[in-house]
């Protein structure tokens, strides 16, 4: 059996990369991507809607 001075050992998995597993809370992430998403849509109605209404 292999003794570790740690219980909780986290294994790297190759193929994450340098900082494969991040400690960000994700609910943030998820909001600024909603945000971002919801802007360009709007945006594009916006768009539409003044060339609707200009022709």
């Known amino acids: ?4 001075n740690n219980e909780n050992v986290v294994t790297h998995n190759p193929f994450e990369g ?3 597993a991040t400690m960000r809370n994700q609910a943030i992430d998820a909001g600024v991507g909603f945000g971002v998403s919801f802007a360009f849509f709007a ?3 916006i768009i539409a809607t003044i060339i609707d209404v200009a022709a």
């Open 1 to 4: 059996m292999a003794s570790h």
């Open 18 to 20: 340098e900082n494969g």
């Open 43 to 45: 945006l594009m109605f």
